[in-house]
Each structure stands twice: as C-alpha cells, then as structure tokens.
C-alpha cells in the first residue's frame, strides 16, 4: 500500500445530540463539534509520530512529514481525514555522509554512490560481485499501519469526547 487514508465522521451522533437543545445551542454545535474533530486530528498525529519513530528508531521529523491531514473538518462537514505514507525511508534520509561513512551505525558494510540520473543515496551488494546493488531503506508499513489503526479505536473516541463537552461547556457558559 502506498498510503492510507484514515477517516474519523461523527455525523449521525451529532444530529442525536442536537435534538433536545435550543436554537441558539443548535448553531453552537455544529462549531464546536468541527473544532474538537481538530483536535482529536491533531491529538492522533502526535501519539503517531512518536509511537512510530520510536518503533522504526527515525526522527520524529521524518514521520511527521508522512502524516498529513488531507481534510480537516468545518461545521458544514463534520469529516477528518488523515493521510498516512509509510513507505520505505531511504537511509540517506536518517543522517548525515561524512565522507564514505553514514551518521547511522546500522548502516556498516554500505557504500554512499551518485547515480549516472544525479540520486545520491547509500547502496549495499546484493552478493559478492560488483552488481547488483540495492538502496538502502528502512521499512515502516507494518509498524505505521498498526499504529495508526490502534489509535483510531478507543483513544480517538475518548478524546473527542472530551474534547467536545469541554468546548460545549465553554460555550454555554458564555452564551449565558
């Protein structure tokens, strides 16, 4: 899989909760509602940045690039989603060439070449003879995806519930 697309839509629990509000808290909600999808959004992409970088041992940096939010939601569609890309991380990408040798000690016996189109990146043989050679990667499919569908579960729905009556009550306080 080259990516995935998580999403999060609390549609149908939204109209149940709205029944037995006034008008003025029936605009409120929709508002709020968006705002804590945010969060929640937000509130996953970090957990997923660090539970992922600390599994494959990459910069958080790195992983933060990879999660991005291909929909955020608005009171007019209460829909989030998440893009994840958890492709290979090629080596070049983890640290620094100093010469031939890599910044990360993983990578012994690997050899840092230019190809003929201009890609840099760090190689290893594939057997004893001159060719052929494979790029260096770090694998984060498995590790990502799971990751990813563990905090779509209980956490997801937790934190927006708390999110959302915490909001709720700050609005309703306000609007008297």
């Known amino acids: 899989m080259a990516g995935q697309l998580m999403s999060i839509s609390v549609r149908s629990q939204v109209k149940a909760m709205t029944r037995d509000l006034t008008k003025v808290q029936r605009k409120i909600v929709p508002k709020i509602t968006a705002r804590a999808l945010n969060f929640t959004g937000r ?10 970088s600390a599994a494959a041992q990459v910069k958080q940096k790195i992983i933060r690039s990879r999660l991005r939010f291909a ?50 990146g760090i190689y290893a043989r594939q057997s004893t003879n001159r060719l052929p050679i494979k790029e260096v990667s ?16 209980k956490f997801a729905i937790d934190t927006f519930l708390k999110e959302w009556r915490r909001l709720l ?8």
């Open 43 to 52: 509130k996953i992409r970090t957990q997923a940045v660090r539970r992922v």
């Open 71 to 120: 929909r955020q939601a608005n009171p007019g569609d209460l829909r989030l989603v998440i893009s994840a890309w958890f492709m290979n991380i090629f080596a070049l990408d983890l640290g620094r060439v100093k010469g031939l040798k890599v910044d990360v000690p993983t990578f012994s016996k690997k050899f840092v070449a230019t190809m003929p189109s201009g890609h840099e």
């Open 138 to 153: 770090v694998p984060l499919n498995p590790q990502g995806e799971n990751i990813m569908v563990s905090l779509m579960g």
């Open 169 to 176: 009550a700050v609005r309703l306080r306000r609007k008297g």
